[in-house]
């Protein structure tokens, strides 16, 4: 995770406030649904969604949400789970769709299993945030340029393929943020690789439904 600086300028930027309803899409251990609650308060709601592609992992993702949901003070957070492109019908209608370090996978054989497309899966978060919801999308940026063709293989993707796909949807372009660029990521190394590990160049969106 950020420093607590970088994680409140995030929530800010993702426009996260109190009453608000998130989904934080694709979860992890759960550090940004905890936030992201802590944020809402009782008026809001966290919906933390697993893709159904990812939901068989050893790690049990859902079994590890739902108990997050169980910890003191999180009444406010449900664990969902469906195919990427069904989310809509295990999630309420949001004010934020939050994709962080995740984009990228909507291009790797794992996601499109089912049959899913980025493009799909695009329209999906549009079909489901209020008009003026955001829509943000924080990623390991890859050499421009390069388009999807390092998702699989560096799990990083071109900034400007996913402003081309996002827009394609429907959405606008509202903001970005250099927060978490690093100029020295030569682009070339696959995010995991120890050498580059947590110090990736990363992008940051915020699209909106209009």
Do not use: C
């Not at 940004?32 to 939901?55: H, K, M």
């Not at 493009?119 to 999906?124: C, G, K, P």
């Amino acid at each position: 995770m950020y420093d607590q600086t970088r994680q409140s300028e995030l929530i800010r930027f993702a426009r996260v406030a109190a009453g608000s309803t998130v989904i934080d899409v694709y979860p992890g251990d759960g550090d940004w649904t905890r936030l992201f609650s802590d944020v809402v308060g009782s008026q809001g709601r966290v919906s933390s969604f697993v893709p159904a592609e990812v939901a068989h992992f050893e790690n049990d993702p859902v079994g590890r949400m739902r108990t997050l949901a169980k910890e003191p003070g999180r009444q406010n957070v449900e664990a969902a789970s469906a195919d990427l492109v069904e989310m809509r019908k295990v999630t309420q209608p949001a004010d934020v769709v939050w994709l962080h370090l995740f984009y990228h996978d909507l291009h790797t054989a794992l996601m499109q299993a089912r049959g899913a497309t980025a493009a799909q899966f695009n329209r999906a978060v549009f079909e489901q945030l209020k008009p003026g919801g955001s829509y943000v999308v924080i990623d390991h940026a890859a050499a421009a340029g390069s388009g999807t063709s390092n998702t699989q293989s560096l799990h990083r993707i071109d900034p400007a393929a996913v402003r081309e796909e996002v827009e394609a949807a429907g959405f606008k372009l509202d903001a970005e943020t250099t927060l978490l660029a690093d100029n020295d990521d030569a682009h070339s190394i696959k995010v995991f690789d120890p050498s580059i590990k947590g110090k990736t160049d990363r992008f940051a969106y915020r699209f909106v439904r209009l």
